[in-house]
């Protein structure tokens, strides 16, 4: 057997069952055992001999023709693959499938072909994994593509109710005339009078029917609020981001400025920098760290107190998912606690080597901290099935226009930078002049 994998899925689906299916057999042997049934039914039914070749759809009925070498090379002999719509209608048509409807589907009109939603060899739908390995249900096709649709599903009144996608738009057709036995879902995909009927019968007018209710005594729409809803949205404490923002401003922006003026005071001696000060000002930048860590966990940490659309699993994605690494040694060990230690620790600030790996460290965690946050918010898509939430991670690639204005932000840091050396007094300009009259006079 050269393909387990394919054979024992069709062996034990519809398609590898299409002639010993108890319900077959029963419905065919009611009908008198019609040659009609067996043209989809069996695989090369020949009606003037009654007989056919093999059991079941085999594979021949969908890969057809299959090369004589196949067997021996396929790599060079492969079978032939038809996805077609066409092809599948073979069998699946009329009563049996609902072409008509699937004819006027969106789906059809895309061009969507049959096996975007089923396995052509089990003959049932596919299904979808989520990342922790669980299984949507049916619906969890229509969310796999209708994502953004699905975005506000959660806080409707169907959620609450447990009502899917498939319950209001997959009408099945035993009203047309079909038998039980090729009963099939509607392919139109559209929900109908029907499906609103199917739970809300008590609610609407008899066909033959209408009631006139004068308007004085038109009852008032009674609203339920339900565990999605709220009477008004959660208020947002202003200290909590705020907080973070500004903590992170003034620890990477400082870092940044003393770096750069160490950094140019070992470059060039037209730079004479009060190390002193530059020892005061990273020691307070020690402090300013060790609140913005507490800030940072205060701020993350609060996301697993109840689930929140987006934030939980932005959570999961930065916490143990495959922003992890990032998030614990680039942002919160190498960006947040080593330079902390090493600026709160006197002997090692008062390094100038050591405080500048330190302060380098604090500017490199201001980055990691912003691409945890941007990252982990572009990445990340949600949909909605009632109690299932399906996340899927895609990519992000950022825009001209947005390459360019992080270019004008990056232009304006630098701009601000010049201006607080110049006009701060971190760089000491008198020695600057001193030296330059000293050149001068020589």
Known sequence: MCHPKF??????????????????????????????CLVCHVTGYDPATATWRKDGVACEACHNPIPAEHVVNPATNPVPVDRSPDLCG????????????????????????????????????????????????????CINCHSEVSMNFPYSKHHQASVSCVDCHLR????????????????????????????????????????????AEMP??????????????????????????????????????????MLSARLTRRASVDDSLLERIAYFIG????????????????????????????????????????????????????????????????????????????????????WDTNISGLIIVLSYLPGEPSVAYTHYIPSLVEWLAGLGVIAYGLLAFSLGARYLKVVDHRAVEVHETEAYLT
Not at 7 to 14: E, F, I, L, P, V
Not at 191 to 201: Q, V
Not at 229 to 258: D, H
Request: proline fraction near 5%.
């Open 172 to 215: 099945h057709l035993e009203e047309n005339g079909s038998d039980e036995t090729h009963t099939m879902p509607d392919h139109s995909f559209n929900a109908s009078l029907a499906t609103c009927n199917a739970c809300h019968a008590d609610q609407m007018h008899s066909s033959t029917e209408t009631a006139a209710v004068p308007a």
């Open 220 to 261: 008032a729409p009674e609203i339920t609020i339900g565990k999605s809803l709220a009477e008004s949205p959660s208020p947002v404490s202003p200290f909590g981001f705020a907080g973070l923002a500004g903590l992170l401003g003034l620890a990477g922006g400082i870092a940044l400025t003393v770096f750069a003026s």
């Open 7 to 36: 054979q024992d899925s069709w062996a034990a689906g519809a398609h590898g069952r299409a002639t010993v299916d108890p319900i077959f057999e029963q419905s065919w042997a009611s009908q008198g055992k019609p040659g009609a």
């Open 90 to 141: 073979h069998c699946h048509s009329d009563t049996r499938f609902g072409w008509d409807e699937w004819q006027i589907s969106a789906h059809y009109q895309r061009n969507m072909s049959c096996t975007v939603c089923h396995d052509a060899h089990s003959a049932g739908l596919k299904t979808i994994v989520i990342a922790d390995g669980q299984a949507l249900g049916p619906s969890g096709l």
């Open 287 to 370: 402090w300013t760290l060790v609140l913005y860590l507490y800030f940072r966990f205060w701020d993350t940490l609060s996301m697993t107190y109840t689930y929140q659309p987006g934030r939980t699993e932005g959570l999961r994605l930065l916490t143990a998912g495959p922003l992890s690494f990032n998030f614990w040694v680039g942002e919160i060990l190498l960006g947040i606690v080593t330079p902390m230690l090493l600026l709160l620790y006197r002997p090692t600030r008062m390094s100038q080597l050591w405080r500048m790996v330190a302060l380098a460290l604090v500017v490199g965690g201001v980055v990691a901290y912003r």
